[in-house]
Nanobody, 125 residues
Framework: QVQLVESGGGSVQAGGSLRLSCAVS????????MGWFRQAPGTEREGVAV??????SYADSLQGRFTISKDNAENTLILQMNSLKPEDTAMYYC????????????????????WGQGTQVTVSS
């Protein structure tokens, strides 16, 4: 099994930065794809950024403000978020897909079968 634990969320003002971390433990080799997703109240969970074997993909709406990376030595998935906006306010989740999927589906929440508990990010104007 794979376990995911997110940390690093909090409250910031617009324009600020936050760094989210996802500690990955267990059978980490089973994660073919790993990603960050977010969900605001009343909305569907949306893909933010994905790391698949070192290759990265991002939601178009982010306009280059976020960066996903993986610290293999620490088994940690990181999301660096800069120039935060109030519309970035959401619960952020780390996810792992234990099956291989085409690149075009990697930002779809439905392909991920292991999820963390989430960490809240609140951006005030």
């Amino acid at each position: 099994q794979v376990q995911l634990v997110e940390s690093g969320g909090g409250s910031v003002q617009a324009g600020g930065s936050l760094r989210l971390s996802c500690a990955v433990s267990g059978y980490t080799y089973r994660c073919y794809h790993m990603g960050w997703f977010r969900q605001a109240p009343g909305t569907e969970r949306e893909g933010v950024a994905v790391n698949s074997g070192g290759r990265t993909s991002y939601a178009d709406s982010l306009q280059g403000r976020f960066t996903i990376s993986k610290d293999n030595a620490e088994n940690t998935l990181i999301l660096q978020m800069n120039s935060l906006k109030p519309e970035d306010t959401a619960m952020y989740y780390c996810a792992c897909a234990t099956a291989r999927w085409p690149d075009g589906l990697l930002l779809h929440a439905g392909i991920y079968d292991v999820w963390g508990q989430g960490t809240q990010v609140t951006v005030s104007s």
